[in-house]
């Protein structure tokens, strides 16, 4: 009986571990590098946890063709207004995105997106932490 309670119990925590979803912890200033593995990776849409939780989008100069090509290199809205307050800088080179200096203000869940406009190519939650500060002497 107790061996059928311990395989039960185990049986729910993978169960709930492998439904979670993939989250980065970053310092704040320090960068993030995202490997974009799909060919059909141009860009991300993110949601950020301060505000509204509209999404925002940015596509790479790099990979992105045809309409959102002339928003490129800037966080924009859905109808492709740039956003003054979206201040976070993305460089791509070979496979990898790489976000610059990450604020507590640029916390949220970021999608990978193609040219289609429903299909997501994978996400991740991204928490940026505020270091402590450093004890008294």
């Known amino acids: ?11 729910v925590i993978s169960l709930a571990s492998a439904e979670s979803e993939p ?9 993030l590098q995202y490997p974009l593995y799909n060919e059909k990776a141009i860009g991300f849409k ?12 940015y596509y790479l100069c790099e990979k992105t063709k045809g309409e959102k ?3 490129c290199g800037s ?3 859905e109808k492709g207004n740039k956003i003054a307050s ?8 070979g496979i990898e995105a790489t976000f610059i200096k990450l604020s507590t203000k ?3 869940r970021y999608y990978v997106i193609s040219e289609k ?8 939650r991204v928490n940026v932490l505020t270091p402590a500060p450093l004890p008294k002497q």
């Open 1 to 11: 009986m107790k061996l059928l309670i311990v395989i039960l119990l185990l049986a």
């Open 23 to 31: 989250v980065e912890h970053i310092l704040q200033g320090e960068n």
């Open 46 to 57: 993110r949601q950020i946890v301060e505000g509204s939780m509209e999404s925002q989008f």
């Open 69 to 71: 090509k002339k928003n």
């Open 75 to 77: 966080w924009v809205d």
């Open 86 to 93: 979206a201040t976070l800088k993305v460089t791509f080179k």
């Open 106 to 108: 640029d916390q949220g």
């Open 117 to 124: 406009p429903k299909e997501e190519l994978g996400y991740l």
